[in-house]
C-alpha cells in the first residue's frame, strides 16, 4: 500500500502532517481478510519491505501525483511481473482513464471498500470475473489488451469500516495541524451536498452525498489517543438536525475532545446560538471556505454564500472562542486592486490564520473541460494551487509577487509563530540526535 507524493514550496515547513488515512482504511480491510500487507509514504520514512515479492501494490495519491503514480506503477511492473497493479484515490474515481496504463491492472472508479475487498479475494483466489467500480483489462479476438470499464454502484450508507491506526500510533507526535500536535484524522461523510464549480467532492459516488454516523464517529474518536480530531467531511453539519445529533453524541461520551472540523459561512450565520454549544462539545477550530470577498466572483464559482455576512461570521467565531482557518482563492485574471481588497478584507477582520490558493481547474470536473484549451501546462505538478496554470491578466512576475505578498501576514500570528517556533526547536532537536 503506497502513497505518493509530490513535494510543493510548502514542504519545506510541512505545516500540516496526517497520516495516508485511505491506505490505513485498506489496510483495516486487508488485516481483517488475514492478508500480509505493508504501508510505504516517504513522509514518514516507510518503505518497500526488502526482500518481498508483493502479490499486489496498491498506489494512490492526489492529483498532483498522477504522473508519478504512473511512472511508479512502470518501474513495479518490470520488477514484479507477476504483480497486480492497483491504482485508486479520489483524482482517480473521477480520472480513471487517465490510469488505462499497459503498467496497471486495476484502476478503481470508486472508493468503496467493499469494492476492494471483492478484488483482493479474486487475486488472492484467482478466480476470474470482474468487481463493480474496477477497470481492468482483457483480451480481444485478437489477443490485444482492452480495457473493461467496471460498473459503479452507488453507496447510501457509511460502511462501518475503522481505518488501522498502527501508522499514527507510531508516529502520532509527528501528526500536526500548525500548533496542534497530535491530530489524528476522522472520515464520516462521502462525497459533498453542495455544488461549487472548482471542486470535484460533488463527482464522488456519483453525486450522492452519504452523511456522517456522528455515534459511529464519536465510538471512533473514543478508540484514539490523539489530543485533537481533524474530521476531514467536506462539511460537518449542513443542517441544525446534524449539529444536534453530534453534540448528543458527544455528551454520551465520558471523553473531553478537542476537534477540528468544516463549515460553511452560511451554516454558522444561521445556526449561531449553536456555536456555544458546539464549543463546549469540543469544536475547537472550524475551516471555512470564504473563497473571496466579492459576491461577484462567489456566484461565478456557484458559491451560494453572502460576502456580505463574512465579517459576522468571522465575528460570531472570535466571540465563541473558536479558531478559524479561512481559506480564499484568487483567479488568474486578478488586477493590483483585487489583491489590496483581499488583504484589506484580511486585515480589516483581523484573520489569524488563511490560506490562499490560485483557482485551478481540477481535471475531471466540469471547469476542466471548458477551460482545457486555454491551459498554459498539463503538467499534474503545476496544479498544486501553487501555480498558475491559466494565462494571468498581470506579469507572471508581479502576479507571484503580489500572491506570495499577502502571505506575509501571516507571520504576524501568533499561532504561526508558535508553530515556527515548534518546527526549528524540532529541527533543532533532530540534529542534536544525529
Known amino acids: 500500500l503506497k502513497k505518493v507524493?509530490?513535494?510543493?514550496?510548502?514542504?519545506?515547513?510541512?505545516?500540516?502532517?496526517?497520516?495516508?488515512?485511505?491506505?490505513?482504511?485498506?489496510?483495516?480491510?486487508?488485516?481483517?481478510?488475514?492478508?500480509?500487507?505493508?504501508?510505504a509514504?516517504?513522509?514518514?520514512?516507510?518503505?518497500?519491505?526488502?526482500?518481498?515479492?508483493?502479490?499486489?501494490?496498491?498506489?494512490?495519491?492526489?492529483?498532483?501525483?498522477?504522473?508519478?503514480?504512473?511512472?511508479?506503477?512502470?518501474?513495479?511492473?518490470?520488477?514484479y511481473p507477476g504483480t497486480k497493479i492497483i491504482v485508486g484515490g479520489v483524482h482517480v474515481q473521477i480520472n480513471p482513464k487517465a490510469f488505462h496504463s499497459e503498467h496497471i491492472d486495476f484502476v478503481f472508479r470508486t472508493g468503496r471498500l467493499d469494492a476492494f475487498r471483492g478484488l483482493i479475494e479474486k487475486i488472492a483466489d484467482s478466480s476470474p470475473g470482474f468487481v463493480d467500480g474496477v477497470d481492468f483489462k482483457l483480451k480481444d479476438a485478437h489477443e490485444n489488451e482492452v480495457w473493461h470499464?467496471?460498473?459503479?454502484?452507488?453507496?447510501?450508507?457509511?460502511?462501518?469500516?475503522?481505518?488501522?491506526?498502527?501508522?499514527?500510533n507510531r508516529f502520532r507526535h509527528h501528526m500536526r495541524y500548525l500548533d496542534k500536535k497530535n491530530v489524528a484524522l476522522i472520515k464520516g461523510s462521502t462525497g459533498c451536498p453542495y455544488g461549487c464549480s472548482y471542486c470535484f467532492c460533488k463527482?464522488?459516488?456519483?453525486?450522492?452525498?452519504?452523511?456522517?454516523?456522528?455515534?459511529?464517529?464519536?465510538?471512533?474518536?473514543?478508540?484514539?489517543?490523539?489530543?485533537?480530531?481533524?474530521?476531514?467531511?467536506?462539511?460537518?453539519?449542513?443542517?441544525?438536525?446534524?449539529?444536534?445529533?453530534?453534540?448528543?453524541?458527544?455528551?454520551?461520551?465520558a471523553r473531553k475532545f478537542k476537534i477540528i472540523g468544516y463549515l460553511r459561512a452560511d451554516f454558522i450565520l444561521r445556526e449561531k446560538d449553536m456555536l456555544p454549544v458546539l464549543r463546549d462539545a469540543g469544536l475547537e477550530e472550524i475551516i471555512v471556505g470564504f473563497?473571496?470577498?466579492?459576491?461577484?466572483?462567489?456566484?461565478?464559482?456557484?458559491?451560494?454564500?453572502?460576502?456580505?455576512?463574512?465579517?459576522?461570521?468571522?465575528?460570531?467565531?472570535?466571540?465563541?472562542?473558536?479558531?478559524?482557518?479561512?481559506?480564499?482563492?484568487?483567479?488568474?485574471?486578478?488586477k493590483v486592486n483585487d489583491f489590496f481588497n483581499l488583504y484589506k478584507f484580511i486585515k480589516n477582520n483581523n484573520i489569524d490564520v488563511y490560506t490562499i490558493s490560485i483557482l485551478t481547474p481540477i481535471k475531471g470536473t466540469v471547469d476542466y473541460e471548458a477551460l482545457e484549451s486555454s491551459l498554459l501546462t498539463k503538467n499534474p505538478e503545476k496544479f498544486d494551487f501553487l501555480h498558475l496554470v491559466m494565462k494571468p491578466l498581470l506579469p507572471k512576475p508581479l502576479f507571484y509577487l503580489l500572491f506570495y505578498g499577502i502571505h506575509i501576514k501571516l507571520l504576524k500570528s501568533k499561532r504561526i509563530r508558535k508553530y515556527l517556533i515548534l518546527l526549528l526547536r524540532g529541527r533543532s532537536g533532530e540534529q542534536e540526535n544525529l
Open 291 to 334: 473563497e473571496s470577498p466579492s459576491n461577484d466572483e462567489l456566484k461565478g464559482y456557484s458559491k451560494t454564500t453572502n460576502a456580505l455576512n463574512y465579517p459576522d461570521v468571522i465575528s460570531l467565531l472570535r466571540e465563541s472562542n473558536i479558531d478559524l482557518t479561512a481559506l480564499f482563492m484568487v483567479q488568474p485574471d486578478y
Open 41 to 79: 509514504d516517504s513522509l514518514f520514512g516507510l518503505k518497500e519491505p526488502e526482500g518481498k515479492v508483493p502479490d499486489a501494490v496498491v498506489l494512490t495519491g492526489y492529483n498532483v501525483a498522477e504522473n508519478e503514480i504512473l511512472n511508479e506503477a512502470a518501474r513495479l511492473k518490470p520488477m
Open 203 to 253: 463527482l464522488l459516488n456519483s453525486g450522492n452525498y452519504v452523511k456522517p454516523d456522528y455515534k459511529s464517529m464519536v465510538a471512533e474518536m473514543e478508540s484514539i489517543d490523539a489530543d485533537y480530531f481533524w474530521i476531514v467531511d467536506d462539511v460537518l453539519f449542513t443542517n441544525r438536525n446534524d449539529a444536534v445529533e453530534f453534540i448528543d453524541a458527544i455528551k454520551k461520551s
Open 5 to 39: 507524493r509530490i513535494k510543493s514550496v510548502f514542504s519545506i515547513f510541512e505545516p500540516v502532517v496526517t497520516e495516508p488515512l485511505e491506505l490505513c482504511c485498506l489496510k483495516a480491510v486487508l488485516d481483517d481478510m488475514g492478508i500480509e500487507n505493508y504501508i
Open 149 to 168: 470499464e467496471g460498473n459503479v454502484t452507488v453507496l447510501h450508507e457509511a460502511e462501518g469500516i475503522y481505518p488501522d491506526r498502527t501508522l499514527f
